[in-house]
């Protein structure tokens, strides 16, 4: 099992700024990416950054150049930090973990961090 805490979430003007922190605990041996994905009212939960145990990384277009996912190995936590923030960025953002297992992969969430952008 896998246990995620997400922080940083909360309210910001238009082109500012926030970091994301995501800490996980349990068994985190066998996790092989990390990342985060965002829900918007009315809509599908959707990737926004991920992470892969070897350091690779990909983000959806809508955030290159203004998003950028970080990790600290020896304190397991993955960041988000979040810049030039556009209305449309507001969401629940989400922690997601993915487990390797022998013949399958699980996945595991966060509880979600608001993200308000006011225009």
């Known amino acids: 099992q896998v246990q995620l805490v997400e922080s940083g979430g909360g309210l910001v003007q238009a082109g500012g700024s926030l970091r994301l922190s995501c800490v996980a605990s349990?068994?985190?041996?066998?996790?092989?990416?990390m990342g985060w994905y965002r829900q918007a009212p009315g809509k599908q939960r959707e990737l926004v950054a991920v992470i892969t145990s070897g350091g690779s990384i990909g983000y959806a277009d809508s955030v290159k150049g203004r998003f950028t996912i970080s990790r600290d190995v020896t304190k397991n936590t993955v960041f988000l930090q979040m810049g030039n923030l556009k209305p449309e960025d507001a969401a629940v953002y989400y922690c997601n973990a993915v487990e390797d297992r022998p013949i399958d992969e699980k996945n595991y969430w966060g509880q979600g961090t608001q993200v308000t952008v006011s225009s």
């Open positions: 349990g068994s985190i041996f066998s996790i092989k990416r």
